[in-house]
């Protein structure tokens, strides 16, 4: 009995998304950005050297931190 309400399960969350639907928590975009009022606001992180913001997509990761320019990954690097 419960083999079938499984089968079941599976048959239609496959027709589902076969006609176009979204199933909650599996579809789930993960969109760097969010509607606002004046437009779409894109994610900004902060630089670790300098404090200056960024966009996540402008940003130069070093050892999983965000940087803003080169100049400012090297003054990291000889911080170290």
Same mark, same amino acid.
């Given at each position: ?17 076969? $006609? ?5 928590? %599996?579809?789930?975009? @993960? !969109?760097?950005? #969010? ?18 913001? $960024? ?5 130069? %990761?070093?050892?999983? @931190? !965000?940087?803003? #320019? ?11």
């Amino acid at each position: 009995m419960i083999l079938k309400l499984i089968i079941f399960a599976v048959i239609a969350g496959f027709i589902y998304r076969l $006609m176009g639907g979204n199933i909650p928590f %599996i579809d789930k975009a @993960k !969109s760097k950005k #969010s509607e606002h009022e004046f437009g779409e606001i894109e994610a900004t992180s902060e630089c670790a050297s300098c404090g200056t913001y $960024m966009t996540e997509d402008d940003a130069l %990761i070093y050892h999983k @931190k !965000s940087y803003c #320019s080169t100049e400012c990954v090297e003054k990291a690097k000889r911080l170290k």
